[in-house]
Every structure is written in structure tokens, then in C-alpha cells.
């Protein structure tokens, strides 16, 4: 990376290598990569070829098949024989023989060798920079009496005994790293892959052993047949993955939740929403059938306060306010039709008197509002009171609809809203044991 310009910084490119990894990391870096192939744009300059570098790359005289902004690459670490001089790549020298030797995730696009460090390493010889120790000689590739790094007489041995000590030792590393104490086998055939863990919780190693003892088996890098990541920390791979939706991705507390402790599991702790990460759309689709929206199973009833807690911290309210309906089928389903619940609950009404002249139609009025507050409504003589959720309106030959309008204006200057309705909207809802719908009886 020429990062003399901090701001847009240039990546350079030094070699081309193609062995280091296995069939299902190429799988994997293949798929983490294709959404971001661009095709290299190339044109003709007399009998020449020419390609066209993107502003934040320069490959030289060797053009890829495809390229990747930087920002959507992945960091490799690479391991070669020496640098020699070479005008193929954007560098003065080249690496030879390059081999990946491991897949950097914890790195950052910007986490490279910086030109000037890679020039360092160049400038020890004008025209070879040796990256080996020593050459091989061929005392190391025949078994002699003498090891010429220290002098020491070798004991020689025949191949059939050198083949029993490597299996040997094979089968140690796999008792090892298997066979540690076996509790159970809910993770039998399953693969995991632990990408990071948080302050607090157990370091990696101890979570891939937790894995092992229940029969599962650990891998370093997800692939196709990944059946979960696991991660704590957001770190750079974490969040390509999240981003990608192509592997499924467990929280460490669901991890250890399902496998911590020593005691004999019966079977795999269940996945649920929150305790993902990231899934892929077919876990979503299978989700989207036994949970709601907010993580709770449309099936299995809340266990702890726990559970309660974490799905409380999902909930977040709607933009606008519930309807009256709304808010009186939701109180009637938490407390039952045996509740003595009433159909006007939490609702605040006023009276508009201006059009009622006579005696006998203030009566009338004021009768229905008691069957309003009877029915558990609240009555608000004063007019503009704070809280009012209803104003309810005579409909006759006197009603002055702006007179009626200004008067209802005061509530907006409270920055209330209020539903204006015929107060024959009262007597409806006690016929129909239930709030009638209100836009039938708006009178603004």
C-alpha cells in the first residue's frame, strides 16, 4: 500500500499466488469475493492492448481477470522463497515462489505492508533479496551420521520406523485435540467455526473445546459445510460475514448456553432470533414460522426474566399512536372478557355545549356522558383540560361547525390531538359491547 496520500492511498500489486489453501477456504474466499468482481476494462492502442487501472490500484504489466476495490478485499499472509527484480507488477520486485500461508481476518484493508517497509525489505541486495534462512543442502534430504547445524551424531533410522513415528504422532495430536474428555454427542457431525470472543467471556480456545467435548468438530475458516459461526468482538471478518449473509452466526452466550458446564446434554440448544448474529435466508424463512418479529415463539411460553429482559430490549414502539380500537382489543386480550373490563377504559372525553339551547338537549348530553364514564371513560368539564382524548358533539340545526373548528384549535396549540365524534358514537359502542369504529361518526 502506497500510503503517502493518507487520505486516497494506492494499492500496489507485488506477485500473483495460487497455492496455500485448501479446496473449501478457496470455496469460501471465492464467495466472499464474487459480489465485488469488476470486470478489468481494456482498449486498443495501435496493435497493443491496453488496461485501464481503477484510481486505487496500479497491477503493472500483468492485469488480472477481475479486480476488487480495496475496501471489499480480504487480507492474506504470504510466504515466499525470495524478491527479485521484475517489471511484471506495479513493484520493483517481485515475490517467488508465493505460498498463502494463512487468511488474515483480524486485518483491516489498511493493516498491509506499506511500501515503504516492503521497499526495506527490498534494499538489501540491488538485485535478490533472499527471504530463506539457508538453502537446502543435501545432507537435510539424506539421513547421514552428523547434523551439520550443530554437529551432533543423528540416529539413523529405517523408513518403515520413521512411518510408525509419524503415525504415532498423528494419532496423538488427533487423541488430543478429539478426544478430551467426551461429555456427549449433541454437536456430533455438526462443524463450528469461532471467529472472535468478548472481555469476560472465555478465549477462543476454550470455546472450541467446549465444542469438542460434545462431539462437534472445529474448523478455522467457515465454509459450505460450516453448520455455525460463532463471534463476540465485531472484528473485520465478523462484520464481511454479517454483511454477506452467507453462513449462519451464533452469539458466544448462545454458545455457551448450549455446550458450557459439564453436565450431559439431551440434545443442541435450539436457535432463536436473538441469539443470531446473521443467518442465511433459509434459517429466516424457517424462523419467520415459530417466532414473531421481535424473537418471541409463536408456541413456547417466556421460561425466565431473563428471556422476558432480552426480549423487552427488542420491542420499540411505532411511529404513530395505537387506535382506540387498537388499544381496547389489546386490553381486553391481557385481561380476559371475566376481567370486569370496561369498553370506554382510558379514555378522556369533554362536552361541547355551544349548540345546546335548550334544557332538554344539555340532558340528554350530559346522560350519555354518565353512560360514558359508567363504561369506564373519564369526563372532562372544563374546557381545553389537559388530557382529553375525545370531544363528543350534538349534531343539530345549531352546531356552528367553525365555531366548532376554533374551539377544538386550542387543543392543537397544546400539541394534542383529539378525535372530534357525534355523541351517538357512545350509544353504538353500548349496543355493540365494543368501541365502533370512529371514523363513521367524525365530525371534523
Request: glycine content about 6%.
Amino acid at each position: 500500500m502506497d500510503d503517502r496520500n493518507k487520505e486516497n492511498p494506492i494499492f500496489l500489486a507485488a506477485t500473483k499466488v495460487g497455492i496455500g489453501l485448501s479446496i473449501d477456504q478457496w470455496k469460501q474466499l471465492n464467495s466472499s469475493l464474487r459480489p465485488h468482481w469488476q470486470d478489468v476494462t481494456a482498449r486498443k492502442q495501435g496493435r497493443t492492448t491496453v488496461t485501464e487501472e481503477p484510481p486505487e490500484l496500479r497491477w503493472g504489466q500483468t492485469p488480472p481477470d477481475v479486480w476488487v476495490h480495496p475496501k471489499n478485499s480480504i487480507v492474506l499472509q504470504l510466504k515466499g522463497s525470495e524478491l527479485v527484480q521484475s517489471t511484471s507488477f506495479a513493484t520493483a520486485y517481485t515475490i517467488r515462489f508465493p505460498r498463502i500461508t494463512a487468511i488474515r481476518s483480524d486485518k483491516g484493508f489498511c493493516d498491509v505492508t506499506s511500501k515503504d517497509e516492503y521497499d526495506q525489505l527490498c534494499s538489501a541486495n540491488t538485485k535478490v533479496a533472499k527471504l530463506a534462512k539457508r538453502h537446502v543442502t543435501v545432507d537435510d534430504l539424506t539421513p547421514g551420521n552428523v547434523d551439520s547445524s550443530n554437529g551432533r551424531k543423528r540416529k539413523k533410522s529405517s523408513p518403515l520406523q520413521r512411518n510408525r513415528s509419524t503415525r504415532l504422532n498423528l494419532n496423538l495430536n488427533h487423541v488430543e485435540e478429539t478426544a478430551e474428555d467426551l461429555i456427549d454427542n449433541v454437536c456430533s457431525g455438526l462443524d463450528f467455526c469461532v471467529l472472535s470472543t468478548s472481555r469476560g467471556q472465555p478465549p477462543i480456545a476454550e470455546l472450541e473445546k467446549m465444542i469438542r467435548r460434545h462431539g462437534g468438530r472445529v474448523v478455522k475458516n467457515p465454509g459450505p459445510k460450516t453448520y455455525l459461526t460463532i463471534a463476540g468482538d465485531r472484528t473485520f471478518l465478523v462484520d464481511r460475514i454479517i454483511d454477506s449473509q452467507v453462513y449462519n452466526m451464533a452469539t458466544v452466550d448462545w454458545l455457551l448456553r448450549a455446550v458450557g458446564g459439564s453436565e450431559k446434554k439431551d440434545q443442541l440448544l435450539p436457535l432463536r432470533p436473538n441469539d443470531m448474529l446473521a443467518a442465511t435466508e433459509s434459517l429466516r424463512e424457517e424462523m419467520s414460522d415459530h417466532f414473531d418479529r421481535f424473537g418471541d415463539s409463536l408456541t413456547a411460553k417466556i421460561s425466565n426474566a431473563e428471556e422476558m429482559r432480552a426480549l423487552l430490549k427488542q420491542v420499540t414502539l411505532d411511529d404513530g399512536p395505537l387506535s382506540t380500537q387498537e388499544l381496547q382489543e389489546g386490553r381486553r386480550e391481557i385481561l380476559g372478557k371475566r376481567s370486569g373490563f370496561r369498553i370506554f377504559q382510558g379514555l378522556v372525553g369533554q362536552l361541547y355545549r355551544e349548540n345546546l339551547k335548550t334544557d332538554i338537549d344539555l340532558y340528554r348530553a350530559k346522560f350519555r356522558m354518565l353512560k360514558f364514564i359508567r363504561e369506564g371513560g373519564q369526563w372532562l368539564a372544563e374546557s381545553g383540560s389537559k388530557g382529553t382524548t375525545h370531544v363528543f358533539v350534538t349534531k343539530n340545526e345549531s352546531l356552528d361547525e367553525e365555531h366548532l373548528q376554533r374551539w377544538v384549535d386550542g387543543f392543537a396549540k397544546q400539541n394534542r390531538k383529539v378525535d372530534v365524534l357525534n355523541i351517538d358514537w357512545i350509544d353504538c359502542s353500548l349496543r355493540e359491547k365494543r368501541t365502533c369504529d370512529e371514523q363513521l361518526y367524525r365530525v371534523l
